[in-house]
């Protein structure tokens, strides 16, 4: 099926249910695509204004999120923009640079989800609007088993032509999951699907356990009048942190810890400040 990707590295399984994830704002805390623009301004891809309005269109992203109008406007812009780069230098800035840019705005509760459906035995699939390149080295990284992402069609010089070959966007995602659950033999009636944004109505409709992530205005309306779960992500943490069983700090002490950072930094402002008048002075 366009779109989807089963990661190479886990073994093959037919179980019955699955876990469906959305991407940004959902597993992590930023918009997935956006998050490489520096990346791609250091690899020659874009330049300073490209940048700056990936920065702006990030800004949007985070303080409302997307509704349907802003992520047409952003796929027409995006697929302009990436119209022309070559996809193996885009396949390899992401690999550069994947683990300091994503691995740091992985949700904990997300990647605590994860395990927790793995363990019950279901796959794991991320369904994100990105782009394949971007979505499935992160899919890798999550240990997610199958990734369904947008696709763009590539000429025979190996670059974007800038035209959308699979959206992987409102209905078809859920036309996505509904033809692997065809294809790997789930029970969509028992399986869960997460997501922040009220664009994903149609996947999360799609199954019989819908979840609400940090949702938009519109999807907590729609969860709150059809009783569907809310849930509050907010803690960002590096999954090698988890890995090697190290807890995320609580609140209070996160607060110290910056409370002395912005003290330290003070300090260190005020002696330079002071360094500079004497020598001023003399």
Known sequence: MLGV????????????????????KTVIAKSSTLT??????QGGLINRRAVLRTAYAQFVFLAGGADHDQME?????????????????????????????????????????????????????????????????????????????????????????????????GPTKAAAIRELAGSEGYDLSRCYAYSDSATDLPMLEAVGHPHAVNPDRALRREALTRGWPILDFHRPVRLKQRIRGFSVPPRPALVAAAAVGAAAATAGLVWYASRRRSAAAA
């Open 36 to 41: 490489f623009s520096k990346s791609f301004y």
């Open 73 to 169: 406007r952003m796929r027409e812009y995006l697929s302009a923009l990436c119209r022309g780069w070559n996809v193996q230098l885009v396949k390899e800035l992401v690999a550069e640079t994947l683990h300091d840019l994503i691995d740091p705005i992985i949700y904990d509760e997300a990647a605590s989800l994860i395990e927790e459906h793995h363990t019950a035995g279901r796959d794991v699939v991320i369904v994100s609007t990105s782009g394949a390149e971007v979505v499935e080295p992160i899919g890798e990284l999550l240990g997610a088993d199958r990734v369904v992402a947008t696709r763009m069609i590539v000429g025979d010089d190996g670059c974007f032509t800038g035209e959308v070959e699979y959206y992987a966007y």
């Open 5 to 24: 990707v089963e990661n190479p590295s886990l073994p093959h399984s037919m179980p019955r249910t699955a876990a469906f994830f959305d991407l940004d």
